[in-house]
């Protein structure tokens, strides 16, 4: 991964100014986790785009945002740091008509280094290898169709346990309150390889273990029980087989890491699809 330097005219004074004026301070953003599952959502007008968008008549427009997504894995955490982040299409066997997508929102190179130097119990690079993924941009396109809001994605790091991604989202806090809109994108129970994709269409259809985890999930959310939710692999086996693999389910702690105490937990877009695959997503805003 090719890491832009931190030194140099990146941080020169007058690029920190830069950075200075434009995140001054807004009142408490808002902070989402959104159940992205598959990308042909992003060609499609259902219950689950509409939920996006109506979620996002509810939002302040923010001055940007930042993006956590399922679909960058690295070892040690970064950020995209360009100016024009390129719409990635990392996935195969769709139409056409998905790879022609285009989500042409601009870079913020400032929030990447405001977001740099706010984290202190890591080290943060700067990337210029990444760009926007499906995880980011087939649900981002929702919220703003227009792709006018700088957006940058942070990655997370495989190498870390859900705890420290949970004390890592703590520290993006400040952010809310410089008119950052922070977007967690994966997905609760996330279980591709028992989904029953003949009954892909049956509304409704979910396997028990899956709605069994699900209805905890949401307890635990609603309730505020964030420690039981890191300790997800401690839960039973109906969420060892919601969360076979991390990755999906990492987002949804970044966003509840930033839950403060005066404001509430709203579920939308509940629902699971194939038996394996929940679409659950969240909205923390004041009580």
Not at 32 to 43: E, K, S, V, W
Not at 77 to 83: G, I, L, N, P, Q
Not at 158 to 172: D, F, R
Not at 201 to 228: C, R
């Amino acid at each position: 991964m090719a890491i832009l330097p931190i030194g140099a005219a990146a941080m020169k004074l007058s690029s920190l100014k830069t950075v200075s004026d434009s995140f001054a301070a807004t009142e408490r953003m808002p902070v989402l986790f959104l159940g992205h599952g598959n990308p042909m959502n992003a060609l499609a007008d259902n219950s689950f785009t509409q939920g996006f968008q109506n979620i996002a008549k509810t939002l302040p427009k923010p001055k940007a945002i930042l993006c956590i997504s399922a679909h960058w894995e690295t070892k040690g955490t970064f950020v995209t740091a360009m100016e024009k982040p390129e719409t990635i299409h990392d996935f195969g066997g769709f139409p056409q008509a998905l790879f022609d997508v285009q989500y042409p929102a601009p870079g913020s190179p400032e929030l990447a280094l405001e977001t740099q130097k706010i984290i202190t119990s890591t080290s943060v690079g700067l990337s210029n290898d990444w760009g926007l993924d499906h995880g980011c941009w087939t649900v981002v396109k929702f919220l703003y169709p227009n792709a006018d809001i700088p957006i940058i994605q942070m990655s997370i790091d495989y190498t870390k346990p859900a705890s420290y991604h949970y004390e890592l989202g703590k520290e993006l806090a400040a952010l809310r309150r410089k008119g950052v809109l922070i977007v967690g994108s994966g997905n609760s129970v996330h279980n591709l390889r028992l989904a029953a994709w003949d009954k892909m269409m049956v509304p409704g259809y979910a396997f028990e273990w899956a709605h069994i985890a699900n209805e905890k999930m949401k307890t635990m959310i609603l309730e505020n029980d964030h420690q039981s939710l890191v300790n997800f692999d401690k839960q039973g086996k109906e969420f060892q087989l919601a969360v076979p693999t991390p990755e999906h389910y990492m987002p949804l702690l970044y966003t509840l890491s930033l839950r403060e105490k005066d404001e509430k937990a709203t579920i939308f877009n509940d629902a699971i699809l194939a038996g394996s695959l929940n679409m659950m997503s969240v909205k923390i805003d004041k009580a």
